[in-house]
Nanobody, 122 residues
Framework: QVQLVESGGGLVQAGGSLRLSCAAS????????MGWFRQAPAKEREFVAG????????YSADSVKGRFTAASDNAKNTMYLQMINLKPEDTAVYYC???????????????RGPGTQVTVSS
């Protein structure tokens, strides 16, 4: 059973940066396709960035391309989401997820963390 715990969320001004972390236990991040989702009130869940199994491919959604990048540190068994040039529309709860598959992006996942709130003020 893989457990995922996010950290690093908070309140930031528009144009600022944040780095979210997703610490894994009970399994290794490199053994799964890993991804970051976000969900804002009254909006659908969105897959924003992720890394394929074994780390060969990184994906960013068009809505965040050039601003959000997923990365992983196998030694720390942690995945990160580096976010720059944040916008108010990036405000959401951000979740990390692990899927027993090779590719990203994905909709269905096997494990998910509790989430961390990111709020971007204008």
């Amino acid at each position: 059973q893989v457990q995922l715990v996010e950290s690093g969320g908070g309140l930031v001004q528009a144009g600022g940066s944040l780095r979210l972390s997703c610490a894994a236990s009970g399994g290794t991040v490199s053994s799964y396709a890993m991804g970051w989702f976000r969900q804002a009130p009254a909006k659908e869940r969105e897959f924003v960035a992720g890394i394929s199994r074994f780390g060969g491919f990184r994906y960013s959604a068009d809505s965040v391309k050039g601003r959000f990048t997923a990365a992983s540190d196998n030694a720390k068994n942690t995945m990160y989401l580096q976010m720059i040039n944040l916008k108010p529309e990036d405000t959401a709860v951000y979740y990390c997820a692990a899927a027993n598959r090779n590719t990203v992006p994905f909709n269905a996942y096997d494990y998910r963390g509790p989430g961390t709130q990111v709020t971007v003020s204008s």
